[in-house]
C-alpha cells in the first residue's frame, strides 16, 4: 500500500478510535451519572433518616424532661438502688426526707439510713422480691434522718431487670408516713383515754348509789352504839370495848365510803387556795419516816408564786397515795429511787386519763420509780376502785381510784408511763389560781347542849329512833316520823310547834327538798336541815331555791350536828 493509502488507513483507524473513546466516555458518564443519582437518592434517604433520628431524639429528650419533671414534682420519694442496696438514682423529695445533700446521698447504702430495729424486716422484703424476679411489695419502715430524727416509712418497692431480665437492682416509691402514725396514736389514745373516762364514770355512778345505802346502815349502827356508849356506866367492862370497837370500826368505813365519793365526785368538797410546795413538803417528812433507807428518795420543788384552788387535806393524800404506790413497786428488791417533783408548767389542749381538757398554767406533780412496772392490761385498770395488785391485807384498791376523783374534781388531770422493769411516772397536773389568800374554817366539835323543837324525818326507822334518843339527850324536843305525808301532817296541824326540822334527801314518793319546799310554804321560819348519804345529788341552785339552813353527810357526827341545829335555832 502507497504511503497515501497508508494515511488514509492510518486516519480512519484515528478516527474509530476517538470515536471509540468519546463512546466510553459517553458510557461512563452515563455510569457516573446513574451513582450520582442514586448517591444523591442515598443522601436524601440518610437525610430523611437523620431528620427521623433528630425528631425521635428530641421526643425522647422530651420524654427524658417531662419524666423527670415529674419525679422532682412528687412528694413521694423516688429511688433506685443496686443490689447492694447502694442509691444510684433519687430525686428530690429523697433528699427532703432523710436530709442528706444530692452529693452526700449519692451511692449511700441502705443501711447508714435505715434503723437498726428494721434492717432485719427490710432486708427480707427485698429479698423476697429478687428471689420471685417480678411483684411489688409494700412495706413500712423507720428510717434515721442525717440530723438523727426517726420517721416512718411506707415503701413500693420493684426488681429492676435488664434486657436479658437479669436483676440489676431496685427501684421504689417512699411516702413519709410520720405524722400520719403519731395522729393515729394519739386518736387511739384518745379513744382508751373517752373509754376509760366512760367507765370510770359508771363505775362512779355505780359508788355513789352503794355509798348513800351503805351510809344509812352506818348511821343506824353508830346511832345506836353512841346511845349505849351514854349509858356505858351501867354495862360490864367487855360490852364497853365491844361498843369502842363498834364505833371504831363505823368510823373507818365511813371514811372508806368517803373514799368511794370522792372518787365517784359525789362528795361535796369546800375548796380555798393553797400552797402546794408547803403540803408536799409536809408530806414528804412523813414518807421518809416511814420509807426504807435502802430506797432513795430525790426531790425538785418548785411552786414559783403560784397557789392551787383545792382542799389541802386531799392534796395529802393524792401525794401520799402516789408515793406509798413508788414504795411497793420496788417493795420486791427493797431498793430504788422515788423522784418527786413539782414545777409550774404551760398546756395547750392536753387531755389525759381524767378527761379534763387542760389549757393555761398548771402545777406538775411527777412521782417516779424504778420499780418493777405496768404491763398494759394492768396499767388500763388502776384508777378502777376497788383493783389492786397487792396483797389483801396491804391495800383495799381505792388509792388510784380517790386520786382519780380528786384530780379530776379540781379541774386536773394525770398521765401515766410505765414500763415491765423500768418502772413508774404518774404525773398530776392541778390548775394554779391567782387567789393567794388561805382560807380556814372549822366547826367545835364539843357536845352543844340546847333548847327547842325538833322535827326528824327518815325512812330508815332505825336512824329516827337511835337519833331521837340522841338529841332528846342534848335537850331538845324531838318528834321523829318515817312518812313525809305525817310529817308534813303534823307541821301544818301545829305550824309554830317545830324549830328544825331534819329531813332525809331519798325517800320514796317525796324527797327531802320536795318535803323543805312544803314545810316552806306551812311557815317559812322553820329551819331545814337535809342529810344524805350522797350529798353531792343536791346542787347549790336547789338548795337555795327552798332555803335550807344546811346539807350534813350520813353518817353524821351527832356533836357536829347539835352545833348545826343549835346555830339554826339561834339565828331564827
Do not use: W
Amino acid at each position: 500500500m502507497d504511503n497515501y493509502g497508508i494515511m488514509i488507513s492510518l486516519s480512519i483507524l484515528a478516527g474509530s478510535g476517538v470515536l471509540l473513546y468519546s463512546i466510553y466516555l459517553f458510557l461512563k458518564n452515563i455510569k457516573l451519572l446513574k451513582d450520582l443519582k442514586a448517591t444523591k437518592h442515598k443522601y436524601a434517604e440518610a437525610l430523611e433518616l437523620n431528620k427521623d433520628l433528630n425528631e425521635e431524639q428530641k421526643a425522647l429528650l422530651a420524654s427524658e424532661k417531662k419524666y423527670q419533671s415529674i419525679l422532682e414534682k412528687m412528694d413521694e420519694s423516688y429511688f433506685e438502688v443496686d443490689l447492694s442496696g447502694n442509691l444510684m438514682f433519687f430525686n428530690d423529695s429523697t433528699c427532703e426526707i432523710l436530709e442528706y445533700p444530692r452529693e452526700d446521698l449519692m451511692g449511700l447504702n441502705y443501711r447508714a439510713y435505715i434503723s437498726k430495729e428494721t434492717i432485719p424486716a427490710v432486708f427480707n422484703a427485698y429479698n423476697h422480691l429478687y428471689k420471685e424476679k417480678s411483684g411489688r411489695d409494700f412495706t413500712e419502715y423507720d428510717i434515721v434522718t442525717k440530723s438523727g430524727e426517726k420517721k416512718s416509712i411506707d415503701t413500693s418497692i420493684t426488681l429492676l431487670l435488664d434486657d436479658d431480665g437479669n436483676p440489676v437492682g431496685f427501684s421504689g416509691l417512699a411516702r413519709d408516713i410520720t405524722e400520719r402514725k403519731e395522729a393515729g396514736k394519739r386518736q387511739k389514745n384518745l379513744e382508751v383515754q373517752i373509754l376509760q373516762a366512760q367507765k370510770l364514770e359508771a363505775i362512779g355512778h355505780l359508788a355513789g348509789g352503794i355509798a348513800h345505802d351503805f351510809n344509812n346502815i352506818l348511821t343506824a349502827i353508830s346511832g345506836n352504839a353512841k346511845l349505849l356508849m351514854m349509858d356505858k356506866k351501867s354495862l360490864p367492862k367487855k360490852n364497853q370495848n365491844s361498843l369502842i370497837n363498834i364505833l371504831s370500826a363505823t368510823d373507818r368505813a365511813a371514811a372508806l365510803i368517803n373514799q368511794v365519793l370522792t372518787f365517784s365526785r359525789q362528795k361535796e368538797e369546800t375548796l380555798y387556795p393553797v400552797r402546794f410546795d408547803l403540803i408536799l413538803k409536809e408530806a414528804l417528812r412523813f414518807i421518809r419516816s416511814t420509807t426504807s433507807t435502802s430506797i432513795e428518795i430525790k426531790t425538785d420543788i418548785n411552786a414559783g408564786n403560784y397557789h392551787i384552788l383545792a382542799d389541802s387535806t386531799q392534796i395529802h393524800q393524792v401525794i401520799m397515795n402516789l408515793c406509798t404506790n413508788a414504795q411497793y413497786a420496788m417493795e420486791d428488791h427493797n431498793k430504788g429511787v422515788i423522784e418527786i417533783s413539782l414545777s409550774p408548767v404551760e398546756l395547750n389542749n392536753f387531755t389525759g386519763i381524767a378527761g379534763n381538757l387542760l389549757q393555761g398554767t398548771f402545777f406538775e406533780l411527777s412521782v417516779s420509780d424504778t420499780g418493777m412496772g405496768m404491763v398494759p392490761e394492768v396499767l388500763t385498770k388502776i384508777f378502777n376502785p376497788f383493783y389492786t395488785t397487792k396483797g389483801k391485807e396491804k391495800g383495799t384498791g381505792l388509792g388510784l381510784s380517790t386520786v382519780h376523783g380528786i384530780v379530776k374534781s379540781s379541774g386536773g388531770d394525770i398521765k401515766v408511763e410505765s414500763e415491765v422493769g423500768k418502772g413508774t411516772t404518774f404525773k398530776i397536773y392541778f390548775p394554779v389560781t391567782d387567789k393567794a389568800q388561805y382560807i380556814e374554817t372549822s366547826i367545835p366539835h364539843d357536845r352543844v347542849e340546847g333548847q327547842g323543837n325538833i322535827l326528824l324525818l327518815d325512812d330508815e326507822n332505825l336512824i329516827t329512833e337511835s337519833f331521837g334518843e340522841l338529841f332528846s339527850d342534848y335537850g331538845y324536843t324531838v318528834d321523829v316520823f318515817n312518812s313525809p305525808e305525817k310529817a308534813l301532817k303534823a307541821v301544818s296541824e301545829n305550824s309554830k310547834r317545830y324549830d328544825v326540822v331534819v329531813t332525809d334527801f331519798q325517800m320514796p314518793k317525796m324527797n327531802g327538798l320536795e318535803f323543805a319546799k312544803k314545810v316552806k310554804n306551812i311557815n317559812n321560819k322553820i329551819a331545814i336541815i337535809i342529810s344524805s348519804g350522797n350529798i353531792a345529788s343536791i346542787s347549790e341552785e336547789q338548795a337555795k331555791k327552798v332555803e335550807l339552813h344546811a346539807i350534813v353527810q350520813k353518817p353524821f357526827d351527832d356533836d357536829k350536828l347539835a352545833q348545826i341545829i343549835q346555830d339554826a335555832i339561834n339565828n331564827k
